[in-house]
């Protein structure tokens, strides 16, 4: 096991002690919160470096990365709406986003090819941390509760955007790959031999 699978490992290990983190109630649990969840983010960014610069990108990297973040991001979304901090039918979307997407891969990757994470991904990724971080301190620090809700209606936006992107790319690659299979050509069912056998009489 590389280093940066070990970073993507260790992303998914964050997840139970955040959520503890943030149901438990006690001073200062909420910055340890934020702090752990940040410390998860940052794992996901190093990983992706660290693959990159020590040429250790693996199929089984690419396909842990964005499930680890999916359970990070989703674990923080659906504890903040227990929390009643957010409300849960955006919650749906952005978690329905992402469990439709991780669908969408495992039917790639059964056909034999990946789907490369996307740049609008990639932002509503970003958007995403900035938001559970804003949203976790809000009850601290109020001043901060309109950005919060404004942050959070941008990870909506780039959540169903960025999807719409991946299903697209998913059609378009699916398409090219019937094509090449069969440019131009007919499927013909095979004949059974008795079938096979009347054929030849008549043809004769």
Same mark, same amino acid.
């Given at each position: 096991?590389?280093?940066?699978?070990?970073?993507?490992?260790?992303?998914?290990?964050?997840?139970?002690?955040?959520?503890?983190?943030?149901? =438990?109630? !006690?001073?200062?649990? +909420?910055?340890? /919160?934020?702090?752990?969840?940040?410390? &998860? @983010?940052?794992?996901? $960014?190093?990983?992706?470096?660290?693959?990159?610069?020590?040429?250790?990108?693996? =199929?089984? !990297?690419?396909?842990? +990365?964005?499930? /680890?973040?999916?359970?990070?991001?989703? &674990? @923080?979304?659906?504890? $903040?709406?227990?929390?009643?901090?957010?409300?849960?039918?955006?919650?749906?979307?952005?978690? !329905?986003?992402?469990?439709?997407?991780?669908?969408?891969?495992?039917?790639?990757? &059964?056909?034999?090819?990946? $789907?490369?994470?996307?740049?609008?991904?990639?932002?509503?990724?970003?958007?995403?941390?900035?938001?559970?971080?804003?949203?976790?301190?809000?009850?601290?620090?109020?001043?901060?509760?309109?950005?919060?809700?404004?942050?959070?209606?941008?990870?909506?936006?780039?959540?169903?955007?960025?999807?719409?992107?991946?299903?697209?790319?998913?059609?378009?690659?699916?398409?090219?790959?019937?094509?090449?299979?069969?440019?131009?050509?007919?499927?013909?069912?095979?004949?059974?031999?008795?079938?096979?056998?009347?054929?030849?009489?008549?043809?004769?």
């Amino acid at each position: 096991m590389n280093l940066p699978i070990s970073l993507t490992l260790l992303r998914i290990f964050f997840v139970p002690l955040l959520v503890v983190l943030l149901f =438990t109630k !006690g001073e200062n649990t +909420d910055l340890w /919160a934020v702090g752990v969840f940040l410390l &998860a @983010a940052a794992t996901d $960014l190093l990983d992706g470096y660290l693959a990159r610069r020590r040429s250790e990108i693996t =199929t089984l !990297g690419i396909m842990l +990365d964005p499930i /680890a973040d999916k359970l990070l991001t989703s &674990a @923080a979304f659906i504890s $903040l709406v227990e929390l009643h901090l957010i409300p849960a039918w955006m919650v749906v979307i952005i978690v !329905g986003r992402e469990l439709a997407v991780s669908g969408l891969r495992a039917i790639a990757s &059964a056909q034999g090819w990946l $789907l490369e994470v996307s740049e609008l991904g990639k932002t509503k990724m970003v958007f995403q941390v900035i938001a559970i971080t804003v949203i976790v301190l809000k009850q601290r620090y109020p001043v901060v509760r309109s950005l919060g809700d404004v942050l959070l209606w941008l990870v909506v936006v780039f959540a169903l955007s960025s999807a719409v992107q991946y299903f697209w790319a998913f059609w378009k690659r699916l398409d090219l790959g019937i094509k090449r299979r069969a440019p131009g050509r007919l499927m013909v069912m095979p004949l059974d031999k008795k079938e096979a056998e009347e054929k030849d009489v008549t043809a004769q």
